[in-house]
């Protein structure tokens, strides 16, 4: 019997090891949900949103390294699965949507949900087509997971509603065999990066997800060097845990101690890492820059010796050239203050912090309503959760929590949308990861905005019975925007969110719902969302005065914080 356009599909998944496919069901999909209803090995995961099945199918491929998959149908469905697929696309990583469409005759007349799929995917995708005929396929579906594989990046096929039941012409089996290859510079330019190195004085390292597969080339690199590691928060994972060179991020996020490391070298080595922020940056230092995408290198900062290949390889041929540095003075500088700061993170974290003499002065002007510490917070969960956890976190103030207090030690994993940086991805990306492994233990860094903004899908953990963590940053406010407008003299306007007992939101969904609201309670709260073996969501009410102080505070963003303050007790005074 011939195979459908829908069953090739399918089986294709299959024979590449696909498990899961995200989505909500529809007319132009019917044909490959059936088709996924009938398959062995593929199940279907439906969600009450198309961008959390893309957030979750971007979540798998991240942690796989493989072809994460997901469905929208005709029209709103696709139209819904843009963000998550944008994220995808910004994170580098392969993912294959199936999207409807509707029936041929009726393309090009302004059909009920009609939307012209090729032209709304032009910009995320790498590859995108429109099946007309099954006479395409295979050819087309391998040339679709190819690209997104090869490419790194979102391919999506779209389907007429009467395309997916058409049976194949014939039976041609599905080739997709692609084999990666890793890029070594030649010779002569390992030999100019390395003579800069020799000669280049004090060197700190500025380490990036590209670096990951190469943990222990990239350590010996920085002993050679006597050079500190300042890591991007993407870097975390893989370089955190057991790394006596690493110094924490730079950036916004980051500390004093990165911030000195970039400073004070003479020369910057950039390894595996597009890190955009501009303004951190330091000036007048040689940069060498490894980067497997050619396009990546000094696009952010001028560079002297562009390295255009996989940084595994060019770290080996580097440590064969470049001499051992006797002067430890930049590292171990760099080493003991951000071992004094982190000792000073300890303290912001503790329990009993507001308790002692300066946590009770500075409660007065930032904390007067007693609430809990989101640092205290942070610190509580990592002390909790098991040392292969994966962790997502949303973007905002819960990832500059994570950022400082959530150490990826071990065989933790960490997701976030750290290149699009969208809100509400850390629930989604947590359903996908718990979806490969219902063992692992996921925790999810969640906003009280992100959460809300796609709050439905706790119903998918429910009806899925996924033991996801969730851990509610609960400040009523949208706090990155607050902090932004502050910083700016702006006073705080519209950032505050009426939200409900998130808690008993979850109850009523039959997840486990915790809700802390004082410091005492933390402790017991944690523990007990952690011994759980279900679904928890723990609604912690943290205090949105809050401040992450970034690594080298301007005087500009500290006057911008003095003006704003007034102006808001000025607006509450005269209410």
């Given at each position: 019997?011939?195979?459908?356009?829908?069953?090739?599909?399918?089986?294709?998944?299959?024979?590449?090891?696909?498990?899961?496919?995200?989505?909500?069901?529809?007319?132009?999909?019917?044909?490959?949900?059936?088709?996924?209803?009938?398959?062995?090995?593929?199940?279907?995961?439906?969600?009450?949103?198309?961008?959390?099945?893309?957030?979750?199918?971007g979540?798998?491929?991240?942690?796989?390294d493989?072809?994460?998959?997901?469905?929208?149908?005709?029209?709103?469905?696709?139209?819904?699965?843009?963000?998550?697929?944008?994220?995808?696309?910004?994170?580098?990583?392969?993912?294959?949507?199936?999207?409807?469409?509707?029936?041929?005759?009726?393309?090009?007349?302004?059909?009920f949900?009609?939307?012209?799929n090729?032209?709304?995917?032009?910009?995320?995708?790498?590859?995108?087509?429109?099946?007309?005929?099954?006479?395409?396929?295979?050819?087309?579906?391998?040339?679709?997971?190819?690209t997104?594989?090869?490419?790194?990046?979102?391919?999506?096929?779209?389907?007429?509603?009467?395309?997916?039941?058409?049976?194949?012409?014939?039976?041609?089996?599905?080739?997709?065999?692609?084999?990666?290859?890793?890029?070594?510079?030649?010779?002569?330019?390992?030999?100019?990066a390395?003579?800069?190195?020799d000669?280049?004085?004090?060197?700190?390292?500025?380490?990036?997800?590209?670096?990951?597969?190469?943990?222990?080339?990239?350590?010996?690199?920085?002993?050679?060097?006597?050079?500190?590691?300042?890591?991007?928060?993407?870097?975390?994972?893989?370089?955190?845990?057991?790394?006596?060179?690493?110094?924490?991020?730079?950036?916004?996020?980051?500390?004093?101690?990165?911030?000195?490391?970039m400073?004070?070298?003479?020369?910057?080595?950039?390894?595996?890492?597009?890190?955009?922020?501009?303004?951190?940056?330091?000036?007048?230092?040689?940069?060498?820059?490894?980067?497997?995408?050619?396009?990546?290198?000094?696009?952010?900062?001028?560079?002297?010796?562009?390295?255009?290949?996989?940084?595994?390889?060019?770290?080996?041929?580097?440590?064969?050239?470049?001499?051992?540095?006797?002067?430890?003075?930049?590292?171990?500088?760099?080493?003991?203050k951000?071992?004094?700061?982190?000792?000073?993170?300890?303290?912001?974290?503790?329990?009993?912090?507001?308790?002692?003499?300066?946590?009770?002065?500075?409660?007065?002007?930032?904390?007067?309503?007693?609430?809990?510490?989101?640092?205290?917070?942070?610190?509580?969960?990592?002390?909790?959760?098991?040392?292969?956890?994966?962790?997502?976190?949303?973007?905002?103030?819960?990832?500059?929590?994570?950022?400082?207090?959530?150490?990826?030690?071990?065989?933790?994993r960490?997701?976030?949308?750290?290149?699009?940086?969208?809100?509400?991805?850390?629930?989604?990306?947590?359903?996908?990861?718990?979806?490969l492994?219902?063992?692992?233990?996921?925790?999810?860094?969640?906003?009280?905005?992100?959460?809300?903004?796609?709050?439905?899908?706790?119903?998918?953990?429910?009806?899925?019975?996924?033991?996801?963590?969730?851990?509610?940053?609960?400040?009523?406010?949208?706090?990155?925007v607050?902090?932004?407008?502050?910083?700016?003299?702006?006073?705080?306007?519209?950032?505050?969110?009426?939200?409900?007992?998130?808690?008993?939101?979850?109850?009523?969904?039959?997840?486990?719902?915790?809700?802390?609201?004082?410091?005492?309670?933390?402790a017991?709260?944690?523990?007990?969302?952690?011994?759980?073996?279900?679904?928890?969501?723990?609604?912690?009410?943290?205090?949105?005065?809050?401040?992450?102080?970034?690594?080298?505070?301007?005087?500009?963003?500290?006057?911008?914080?003095?003006?704003?303050?007034?102006?808001?007790?000025?607006s509450?005074?005269?209410?």
């Amino acid at each position: 019997m011939a195979r459908t356009v829908a069953r090739l599909v399918v089986d294709t998944l299959e024979e590449l090891g696909v498990r899961q496919v995200f989505g909500v069901v529809g007319d132009a999909l019917n044909p490959f949900t059936d088709a996924i209803r009938a398959s062995g090995t593929v199940s279907w995961v439906g969600c009450r949103h198309e961008e959390v099945a893309a957030f979750a199918a971007g979540a798998q491929s991240q942690l796989t390294d493989t072809l994460g998959v997901c469905m929208g149908t005709v029209g709103p469905g696709s139209v819904h699965l843009l963000n998550g697929l944008y994220d995808a696309a910004k994170s580098g990583t392969p993912v294959l949507a199936i999207a409807g469409q509707v029936p041929q005759p009726e393309i090009g007349t302004d059909y009920f949900q009609e939307v012209d799929n090729d032209l709304l995917f032009k910009d995320v995708a790498v590859f995108r087509a429109t099946v007309t005929s099954p006479a395409q396929l295979p050819a087309l579906l391998e040339v679709a997971v190819r690209t997104a594989v090869g490419r790194r990046g979102v391919a999506v096929l779209t389907v007429p509603g009467d395309v997916g039941d058409l049976e194949l012409p014939d039976d041609r089996p599905v080739r997709l065999s692609l084999t990666g290859s890793a890029n070594r510079p030649d010779d002569p330019a390992l030999d100019e990066a390395a003579s800069v190195l020799d000669d280049g004085g004090k060197v700190t390292l500025l380490v990036g997800r590209g670096a990951r597969g190469c943990r222990q080339e990239v350590l010996a690199l920085a002993e050679r060097l006597a050079a500190p590691m300042v890591i991007t928060l993407k870097a975390k994972e893989g370089f955190e845990g057991d790394n006596p060179y690493q110094v924490g991020q730079t950036g916004l996020i980051g500390n004093p101690a990165a911030a000195h490391a970039m400073d004070h070298a003479d020369t910057l080595v950039l390894l595996g890492t597009d890190f955009p922020y501009r303004d951190w940056y330091p000036e007048g230092k040689k940069v060498i820059q490894v980067d497997r995408v050619a396009e990546h290198i000094g696009r952010r900062v001028p560079v002297d010796v562009g390295l255009a290949a996989d940084v595994g390889p060019t770290v080996r041929g580097l440590l064969e050239r470049v001499r051992q540095r006797i002067d430890r003075g930049h590292l171990d500088s760099a080493r003991t203050k951000f071992t004094k700061w982190q000792e000073g993170q300890r303290d912001l974290a503790s329990p009993d912090h507001d308790r002692g003499l300066l946590g009770k002065v500075r409660s007065k002007f930032d904390n007067r309503s007693h609430l809990v510490r989101p640092e205290a917070l942070a610190a509580a969960v990592d002390a909790a959760a098991d040392e292969d956890a994966v962790f997502t976190s949303d973007t905002g103030m819960a990832t500059v929590w994570l950022s400082r207090f959530v150490e990826m030690r071990g065989d933790r994993r960490l997701l976030g949308s750290y290149n699009l940086g969208s809100m509400a991805n850390a629930m989604p990306q947590a359903i996908g990861a718990q979806m490969l492994d219902r063992d692992r233990q996921v925790v999810a860094f969640c906003g009280d905005g992100g959460l809300s903004m796609l709050l439905g899908d706790l119903m998918t953990i429910r009806t899925e019975r996924l033991p996801v963590k969730l851990v509610v940053f609960d400040n009523q406010r949208l706090g990155m925007v607050k902090l932004e407008q502050e910083q700016a003299g702006l006073p705080e306007f519209g950032t505050v969110l009426d939200n409900p007992d998130f808690a008993a939101v979850a109850q009523a969904l039959g997840i486990t719902g915790i809700r802390v609201t004082r410091p005492e309670e933390l402790a017991d709260a944690v523990k007990r969302a952690f011994a759980e073996p279900g679904p928890v969501l723990l609604d912690v009410l943290t205090n949105p005065d809050e401040i992450a102080v970034p690594g080298k505070a301007t005087v500009q963003q500290g006057w911008g914080f003095a003006i704003a303050k007034v102006k808001e007790n000025l607006s509450s005074s005269s209410r």
